[in-house]
């Protein structure tokens, strides 16, 4: 069964900085493309950002652009977004999965939904 497991969201205050990790079990990351969504309360799922595996591409909304940045780290498996300059509008649970088709915003192309890592920007 694929799966998987996203970490390090928490309680942080605006400016603040996050990092959550994306990992797999029972399968790699490596060979698939890896989006990172977010749904905050009473709003639908959005697309946050995206990485290739074919070239390392990355993509972002318009939304974090500047603020967020996603990563490999090959030796762990793991794919990252590194969050920087944290607002409250940040607030969500922020969801990686995977794609076999091109990088897109579109929780629709995505599969093997994680359970989600909270992230609370406040005072």
């Known amino acids: 069964q694929l799966q998987l497991v996203e970490s390090g969201g928490g309680l942080v205050q605006p400016g603040g900085s996050l990092r959550l990790s994306c990992a797999a079990s029972?399968?790699?990351?490596?060979?698939?493309?890896i989006g990172w969504f977010r749904q905050g309360p009473g709003k639908e799922r959005e697309g946050v950002s995206c990485i290739s595996t074919s070239d390392g591409s990355t993509y972002y909304s318009d939304s974090v652009k500047g603020r967020f940045t996603v990563s490999r780290d090959i030796r762990k498996h793991t794919v990252n977004l590194q969050m920087n300059n944290l607002k409250p509008e940040d607030t969500a649970v922020y969801y990686c999965a995977i794609t076999i088709y091109m990088c897109s915003d579109r929780p629709r192309d995505f599969g093997s939904w994680g359970q989600g890592t909270q992230v609370t920007v406040s005072l």
């Open positions: 029972g399968f790699t990351l490596d060979y698939y493309n």
